[in-house]
């Protein structure tokens, strides 16, 4: 089992393979999910504690994808199933004291889905995925939304194939109300980049047709990374103001699930790759100094044979970057644990994490932070009676 949103980016040559009609039928598996703000603890970066006074969710089922943190005022999003088995967009916001839903656009009467979100401020937020009147026929098309401090709306964006094409945006990243990018694919032209001027979402080539891209950050009108997985393996493309170009990987047969940056000569991603010789997976970390892309040891709980991923990654400043996953305890049961690492600007450490179902299944998908002593990080578990609940808790 694998939580969906660390799939999209782990999985994806499968993804691509089975299309949104393999997706559809695993729709009845959604995670409740939600991200609960808890005070700064005493120690930095010493544990992460269990999120508390979650509200109850719309539909029986219900699952966050993503999160993203402006201020006081934190956004999380993704989908839930209604009554008649629709699919709808989900989006909560966090004011610093409760969750609560907001109104959101579901264009699709069958299958609609938010995977990635980013805001700048209260007024400026923006929220991406898909949706579908048929998710059997294999047309699923690019949605994008936008929070204008008063309500969400829907923004046109491109979708390279048409009305019977596959087209979808995995993540967004914003530096201003006039600087935004949207990263997926597209049966009709692989990776997909398209970029917000303020006025109208348009897409821009990337270099690598042959890929997909699920995570992008940027730092300013002139400097975005965007990861992902391209036939040849770890797919790192930059943007210099006026032009992608692809950027060589230390770890050319590795996977990148996720993106952060602080400056032009800071940016981390992570994912994983296979290790040599032995029938596991290694975490994988990599950091760019403003000239190369880097290998940076990172942390592996599990010994061979068992795996060890990280699928998400958040960063403050180049001495407080947070990284989750998940990996298999070599203790039986072979139970999946919830894996959180942090940077303090020399070396790695594991976090202590909660994994509430510890003979079963727990996973992180998603981190993020807006201050050395204020990180989120939402996943789920799996309980007893296989039900999938939402995981979410603070680190500080």
């Not at 609960?36 to 005493?42: I, K, M, N, V």
């Not at 008063?150 to 094409?165: D, F």
Request: proline share 7%; aromatic share 8%; charged share 10%.
């Amino acid at each position: 089992m694998v939580n969906d949103r660390a799939g999209r980016g782990l999985l994806m040559c499968a993804r691509r393979v089975a299309g949104p009609k393999a997706r559809a039928l695993v729709v009845l598996l959604l995670l409740a999910a939600a991200v609960a703000g808890l005070g700064p603890g005493t120690a930095f970066a010493s544990a992460c504690g269990s999120g508390t006074g979650q509200p109850a969710r719309p539909g029986s089922q219900n699952r966050f994808f993503a999160v993203a943190v402006s201020s006081c005022q934190a956004w999380a999003v993704g989908d839930y199933v209604t009554g008649a088995g629709d699919l709808r967009t989900l989006i909560e916001r966090w004011n610093g004291t409760a969750w609560k839903q907001q109104p959101s656009p579901s264009p699709a009467a069958a299958y609609n889905d938010l995977f990635g979100v980013a805001a700048t401020s209260a007024t400026n937020a923006w929220a991406v995925g898909e949706y579908s009147n048929h998710p059997a026929s294999l047309a699923f098309h690019t949605l994008a939304e936008h929070w204008n401090g008063t309500a969400w709306t829907r923004v046109p964006s491109p979708s390279p194939g048409g009305p019977t094409g596959n087209s979808l945006l995995h993540a967004v990243a914003a530096t201003s109300a006039s600087n935004a990018w949207a990263v997926g694919e597209s049966s009709a032209a692989g990776a997909l980049i398209e970029h917000w001027n303020g006025t109208a979402w348009t897409r821009v080539p990337s270099p690598v047709s042959a890929g997909a891209l699920t995570g992008v950050a940027a730092t300013s009108a002139n400097d975005a990374w965007a990861v992902g997985q391209s036939s040849a393996g770890g797919l790192i493309e930059h943007w210099n103001g006026t032009a992608w170009t692809q950027v060589p990987s230390p770890v050319p047969a590795g996977v990148l699930a996720g993106v952060a940056a602080t400056s032009a000569r800071d940016a981390w991603a992570v994912g994983y790759y296979h290790n040599p010789g032995a029938l596991r997976l290694k975490t994988l970390v990599e950091h760019w100094n403003g000239t190369t892309w880097t290998q940076v040891p990172s942390l592996n709980p599990s010994p061979a044979p068992f795996t060890n991923r990280l699928t998400a990654v958040a960063a403050t400043s180049p001495s407080d970057v947070w990284a989750v996953g998940d990996y298999i305890s070599s203790a039986r049961p072979h139970a999946t644990l919830t894996l959180v690492e942090h940077w303090n600007g020399t070396t790695w450490t594991q976090v202590p994490s909660p994994s509430p179902s510890p003979g079963r299944f727990n996973d992180l998908g998603g981190v993020a932070a807006n201050s050395a002593s204020n990180a989120w990080a939402a996943g789920e578990y799996v309980t007893s009676s296989q039900a999938q609940q939402a995981l979410v808790f603070h680190c500080c």
